[in-house]
């Protein structure tokens, strides 16, 4: 709380909870908390292991936009790292080298060491990960073979800035597009 005041917020507009599901702290800033553009650095710096919630929609989206920015490159670098060290970075399949994403992200399964269309599904124009890609155990070839891939998925995306991966969560799990 004190760091967050010595960024210029006011402690009548901060209220911080655990949460038992998130398994960390929830910093609530509102719009009595007087946040501003300029000061949100500090506040990031003061916050970035713990889940930071703004009254203020704006402030939510150039918070999210400052943590990617901290982050992204640490990430690639890491991506980059873990396919350098399983010899899978210098043949890297090139979104620019396929027609369609389809056989771009099939290019990456196998690369990675997956049947084409294992793994990965088309759903409203973003790939995402099969639920069942996650039911290998922990430490098992499979599953290092599956962190390869979400790496090369994360080197590969920016290529052509569309590119777009996710999850499914606990949503009902529907059958993917055509493709």
Known sequence: MESLVGCGLSKTGITITYDDTLQGHVINISAYAG??????????????FEFVEFAESRFNEAFGKLTENHYLPLAM???????AEKGLLDKL????????????VHALEVHC?????SVLELRTGTFTI??????????SEEFAKLSGLMSAMMVAAPEN?????????????SEPEAK
Do not use: M
């Open 35 to 48: 946040a501003r553009p300029e000061n949100l650095e500090c506040i990031w710096r003061a916050t970035h």
């Open 77 to 83: 670098e890491s991506a980059r790292k873990a396919l």
């Open 93 to 104: 399949p090139r979104r620019t080298d396929f027609a369609s994403d389809a056989e771009f």
């Open 113 to 117: 060491g997956f049947r084409a269309g």
């Open 130 to 139: 099969r639920p069942s890609a996650f039911q290998v155990p922990f430490g």
């Open 161 to 173: 800035g569309t590119f777009k991966f996710g999850f499914v969560g606990n949503e009902a799990y």
